[in-house]
């Protein structure tokens, strides 16, 4: 038995060996890949594309910067990303294979071919040298990282002196009536959705455990901090159903 069998974290609100979680996620995603915009559609009522809009407008990119995209999945954010800047270069990476498949299917990827790449790998362990982006994002991804931690210590290695980080990810409504009327929503309604739409309940309700579970607003920033990253900040969006964190490597 190695030592990272004897720790354990959570997968949703099971304790899982910590040896196991990255399986268990890629099977979640692994099985809602070709039905994941929809998701995020259903999670969030559509406005996760207003959420992306608004990191892209916070992220303001440049043209030539060179970004990282962790758990892009589909693409989403590389996309805006290299329309916003007009030409850099996006590296999507992501722990499963079939969500890159996805988002290599996709209209965009076929037009922007030649500023994409699609990398498989672990946020933890990024398969890249020190100092090689301007803009590491990451979204609705960290909370499914066994050790954000990690992945925040990876994002600091693998940016440029001067680069950028930004997280967007569902977070905690600050108002506790409110937090407990979304909390009735979410556990009553979308895994419902997930069965009606994907044929897929278990990785719904997973996913909304799995935003219970991820630390609150401040708690992140200072995880954010304890990395190094300086000027960091946060943005709550739609009162703090998510919330975006930005920091800079000096």
């Known amino acids: 038995m190695t030592e990272e069998d004897n720790k354990t974290t959570h997968f949703g609100y099971e304790t899982v060996a910590e040896g196991d979680k990255a399986g268990l996620v890629q099977g979640v995603f692994s099985s809602v890949a070709s039905k994941y915009d929809i998701m995020n559609d259903v999670m969030s009522g559509g406005v996760h594309r207003l959420w992306k809009d608004a990191m892209m407008d916070w992220l303001a990119p440049r043209a030539g910067q060179k970004l990282l995209d962790v758990a892009g999945g589909t693409g989403d954010i590389s996309f805006r990303f290299l329309k916003r800047a007009g030409h850099g270069h996006a590296t999507v990476l992501d722990l499963t294979e079939s969500m890159l498949v996805e988002g290599r299917k996709r209209a965009e990827a076929d037009q922007m071919a030649d500023q994409l790449d699609w990398v498989t790998g672990d946020a933890m362990a990024l398969p890249f040298a020190d100092n090689t982006f301007d803009v590491y994002t990451i979204s609705f991804g960290i909370r ?92 709550n969006l739609t009162m703090g159903v998510a919330c975006l964190h930005s920091g800079w490597k000096i």
Do not use: C, H, W
């Open 144 to 235: 499914n990282v066994t050790r954000p931690q990690e992945a925040l210590n990876e994002a600091f290695r693998v940016l440029k002196p001067g680069g950028r980080l930004m997280v967007l990810e569902f977070s905690q409504l600050p108002n506790p009536a409110m937090q407990k009327a979304y909390d009735l929503y979410s556990f009553n309604v979308i895994p419902r959705m997930g069965q009606a739409i994907a044929g897929d309940r278990d990785s719904y309700q997973y996913l909304v455990e799995s935003i219970r579970r991820f630390p609150d607003q401040e708690t992140f920033l200072q995880m954010v901090r304890n990395v190094g990253f300086e000027n960091a900040k946060y943005r």
